[in-house]
């Protein structure tokens, strides 16, 4: 009997201390949200946990009693979201590798998601010299600092990249808002203004333009925020963001076959590759070209972010996990479940039935996390489409890069459009 009673008398304290210590962060948050600095987590005390651990095997006296339990629980869950609940995930791609995709893995995750589609945009056409290519050094630096501002919920950085820029924080003009639910629900959505002309305009719901005090401030309350992002060239780039405490970040990076993103690219910028088609049914493809020197450029930065990732250095250490294309396209479940694992951040329903939705995956074949065929044939489709002299020059040009990921060389014609033979190995990747 005895020890009840102690342990109900420290609980008791304990629920007293807890309140004083209530108000305090209350007031220490109002601080911090008028300042609009980002919210530092809190840490718990071990002494909750104690009183938690006695309280629910505790009978209940009283209603109070199992009022004051369930704001126990209430409190200590608060504090553990805060503590390490919080994620940040980059999604780091290439274009014509499927990111928007991916991306929609974790758009659709829910309340919780705060997710960016492709800030960096701005960024890049902002620094965009009168040459077409942009000023490599000012946009790495640029791209890093918006990006630890943005995980930060921070809009002040970006801001200024916008064109035009922002008047009291309120843009017509984010790029691609409507990609983001996060930045089209209630929250988020002011009144429409007649006459203001928005292109990226929200498709849910009809909102006025974008007041980004109101986004920082639903990014805020967010558990989890997610940025896609095809401009990063360098993940070693991204270091300081990685050496962030704050942030806790992690790195998916998703990668593709670039000859598949070649017939790809061949196909969306038609014009920019009429020579090529043209050498590729004459002559030989000059490999001084600029095209060629851009995807070797692009290769090379996609392995050496790849092996930096690969090797763990201990900055990277548990924060780098590289994804191929074709793997999501031919095992969508299976893959967004690894990166939901990896990631750190439930997995909901609401996810795994958008995948269903909008994929083959289904329960039909052989299990959940089956594919169908149509997929791995819709992933090679490419193989029929790219002039075997051009497949030839990537491998030239990109072959450590197709080595490191796992795609076969092809030696011929016959063998580029043998279906029998497919050209993606299985690779196992570690994280
Ligand atoms: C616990 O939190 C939930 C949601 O945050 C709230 O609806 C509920 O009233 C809280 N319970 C108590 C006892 O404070
Ligand atoms: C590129 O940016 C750097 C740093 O901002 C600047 O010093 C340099 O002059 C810029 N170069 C060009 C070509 O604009
Ligand atoms: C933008 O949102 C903030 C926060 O809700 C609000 O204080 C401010 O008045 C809004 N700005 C405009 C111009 O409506
Ligand atoms: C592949 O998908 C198409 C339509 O999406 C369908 O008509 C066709 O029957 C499918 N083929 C196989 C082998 O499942």
Not at 46 to 52: E, V
Not at 77 to 85: A, I, P
Request: aromatic content about 10%; overall charge positive.
């Amino acid at each position: 009997m005895r020890i009840k009673y102690t342990i109900f008398i420290v609980f008791f304290m304990a629920l007293v201390i807890m309140e004083k210590e209530n108000k305090i962060i209350s007031r220490v948050s109002d601080k911090l949200t008028l300042k609009q600095t980002p919210r530092t987590p809190l840490h718990p005390s071990g002494f909750s946990h104690l009183m938690l651990k006695y309280g629910v095997s505790f009978p209940a006296l009283s209603k109070d009693f199992m009022l004051m339990k369930r704001r126990l629980e209430n409190y200590s869950e608060h504090q553990e979201v805060m503590k390490r609940g919080r994620k940040h995930i980059l999604l780091l791609a290439t274009t014509r590798t499927g990111s928007s995709f991916v991306g929609e893995f974790f758009n659709q995750q829910g309340d919780n998601m705060f997710y960016l589609f492709e800030p960096l945009w701005h960024v890049e056409k902002m620094l965009t010299l009168d040459t077409g290519g942009t000023n490599a050094t000012a946009a790495t630096k640029a791209y890093r600092d918006v990006l630890q501002q943005l995980f930060l919920c921070d809009f002040s950085l970006l801001e200024s990249f916008i064109d035009p820029v922002p008047m009291d924080h309120i843009t017509p003009a984010l790029f691609r808002r409507e990609s983001s639910s996060s930045l089209c629900e209630e929250s988020v959505c002011s009144p429409v203004i007649k006459g203001v002309f928005e292109r990226y305009h929200c498709r849910t719901r009809r909102c006025g333009p974008l007041n980004l005090t109101m986004a920082s401030e639903s990014c805020l309350q967010k558990a989890h925020r997610v940025i896609k992002s095809v401009r990063v060239r360098q993940l070693e780039n991204l270091r300081p963001l990685a050496e962030d405490s704050r942030l806790d970040i992690k790195f998916i990076q998703l990668v593709r076959d670039p000859r598949a993103v070649l017939a790809s690219r061949m196909v969306a910028f038609a014009a920019k590759y009429k020579n090529w088609k043209e050498w590729a049914n004459g002559g030989n493809v000059p490999i001084d070209d600029d095209e060629v020197r851009k995807l070797k450029g692009n290769c090379d930065n996609i392995r050496l972010s790849a092996e930096v990732g690969l090797r763990q250095p201990p900055w990277l250490r548990g924060r780098y996990m590289l994804v191929r294309y074709e793997d999501i396209a031919r095992f969508p479940m299976k893959k967004a479940t690894e990166m939901y694992r990896f990631s750190g951040i439930p997995f909901t329903s609401q996810v795994k039935s958008w995948i269903l939705q909008n994929t083959q995956a289904s329960k039909e074949t052989s299990g959940v996390y089956s594919t169908q065929k149509n997929s791995s044939e819709q992933v090679e489709k490419w193989r029929f489409s790219l002039p075997f002299k051009i497949a030839q020059v990537v491998q030239r040009v990109c072959g450590p890069t197709l080595k490191l990921f796992g795609y076969k060389f092809v030696r011929n014609e016959k063998m580029l459009t043998d279906k029998s033979i497919s050209l993606i190995e299985d690779k196992v990747f570690n994280f």
